[in-house]
């Protein structure tokens, strides 16, 4: 009887929360590498930012621009309700593997910007990748997964 009654039960609670939407991220490490001339005196600035709250998840600026210039003011508003890893990176040089919060796998988002990329470029949203690789070039940045 308990049987019948607990499987349609945990059938329901399951799909509930694979419909809600709340997504656990999988970001695990972030490499970055550069590479652009070595004997540039240049260094890019790349933020990795993890989001734990909707409504700051929503109110995340659409641009690279409007991040860096509102960066102050949105980790301020945002508070506990998110981490920010931010990385100068030389160029021609690769990263140390990034040092990631310890309550990353709670994030709700989790998106990287980078200084060196177009004004108008929009963060990439990593939530979903495991092992991050950021490659920085002549052309801006490139996100994929480092496997």
């Known amino acids: 009887m308990f049987r019948k009654q607990f499987l349609p039960v ?3 609670l399951y799909s509930i929360f694979l419909l809600s939407g709340s997504v656990i991220a ?26 734990y709250d909707a409504q700051t998840a929503g109110n995340l600026p659409d641009t690279k621009s409007a991040w860096y210039s509102n960066k102050r003011k949105f980790t301020r508003d945002a508070g506990d309700k998110m981490d920010v890893v931010n ?12 040092s990631l919060p310890l309550r990353r796998a709670d994030a709700l988002k989790v998106v990287v910007y980078a200084y060196h990329d177009d004004s108008k470029a929009a963060g990439r949203d990593i939530t979903g990748t495991a092992n991050v690789l950021v490659e920085i070039d002549t052309f801006g940045i490139r996100v994929s997964n480092r496997d």
């Open 10 to 12: 945990s059938v329901i």
């Open 87 to 98: 990385i100068f990176v030389p160029q021609g040089f690769d990263s140390e593997m990034a």
């Open 26 to 51: 999988e970001v695990n490490s972030v490499f970055i590498s550069s590479t652009l001339d070595p004997n540039a005196i240049i260094i890019t600035e790349v933020d990795v930012i993890f989001i």
